[in-house]
């Protein structure tokens, strides 16, 4: 079971991945002993087999979980093939938090306005996603928190390099990054030496 107060702050969302790819970024994220998460969705073709596979080689060593969560049928078959946790671009219903309770795997649905973040929380969200983030910007997260109190929330949608410390600074306390963390040369070179410089320099964003 993954603890929440142990979730990694940077979640690395794979999507449109080979399974080779896949494969490969998961075993160089391994290095980097659960710094960051890994999110494989289920728009991938071989999703489930990343996800077994990936857990079974390198699972001691990385968080491997399952995104763009849609139904609670595509969250019980990730469960089932080791998802630690999972993601959605919508929110949840209660079947899924049900789910995520009985099989002890984080629930993280996303949310846009105050209401539907605080309805997510109420049904039993770990996590709430904000998405897409690009779209409010930063100053949301501070805002939104203004009234409620501190949240755990997710930051995904548009995040960069160049904007990634700015969600936190303004109270995000993750942010999910998708194809902007690597260079997609070094992804189709399947290049470990430039995938491990860029990950190193997105933990350099994150703050203590």
Known sequence: MLDINNYPKITIIMRGYTYDQALTIIKLLSNFH???AIEVTTNNADYLRIIRDGNNQFGMQVDIGVGTILNVQQASEAIDAGAK????????DSKIFQLARRKKVLGIPA????????DQFRLG????????????GGGF???????????????????????AYNFFENGASYIGVGSSMFNQ?????????GLSKSVQDFLRKVPD
């Open 34 to 36: 659960h710094k960051v």
């Open 125 to 136: 969200a770990d996590i709430v996603k904000i998405f897409p983030a690009i779209t409010v």
């Open 85 to 92: 946790f999972m993601l959605g671009p919508i929110s949840f």
């Open 185 to 193: 040369e070094d992804i189709r070179n399947k290049d470990e030496k």
């Open 111 to 118: 949310a846009m306005t105050p209401t539907e973040v605080v």
């Open 141 to 163: 997260f501070k805002q939104i928190q203004g009234p409620l109190g501190k949240l755990k929330l997710m930051a995904v949608g548009g995040l960069n390099i160049n904007n």
